[in-house]
């Protein structure tokens, strides 16, 4: 009988989520398997072999990190992007036709704006004490 045929939940949250117990999400099972581990010898080899191949994982994810630092490739990515975007755009003109539709909004503001009224009526309420109550402020 192998370990999976005992204690399939145990193989598969390995397969899942790894050797490394602590990024298990289910802390019992974690409890459990770590417990297991001390008894079981199959299910010890069945875990050290998974944290070999986690180990050489996170070697190989370390070197390709190392190797795209020193190629420069997101620093090239960047710049690339960056210049794209800038000639497409053509900050310049973007810029002068905002400031252009101010003015435009500006002007026909002021020369459709409707005068001011020459006086204006207040009415003061307080409902509360005496009622409305108009008042003549001028």
Not at 26 to 37: F, G, M, N, P, T
Not at 84 to 90: F, H, I, M
Not at 112 to 133: K, M, Q, W
């Amino acid at each position: 009988m192998t370990t999976r045929d005992l204690r399939p939940d145990l193989s598969e949250a390995l397969e899942r989520f790894g050797a490394d117990l602590s990024r298990w999400p289910d802390e019992r099972l974690a409890r459990e398997a770590d417990a297991a581990l001390a008894c079981d010898p199959a299910l010890r080899a069945e875990w050290e072999a998974w944290r070999d191949l986690d180990g050489r994982l996170d070697a190989t994810r370390a070197a390709c990190d190392r190797s795209i630092t020193r190629s420069a490739a997101v620093a090239r990515l960047r710049a690339n992007a960056l210049a794209a975007t800038t000639r497409r755009l053509r900050w310049p003109v973007a810029a002068a036709a905002v400031v252009a539709g101010l003015v435009v909004g500006g002007v026909l503001d002021l020369a459709i704006a409707p005068p001011a009224p020459r006086g204006t009526e207040i009415v003061l309420l307080d409902s509360l004490v005496f009622g409305p109550d108009e008042v003549d402020l001028r």
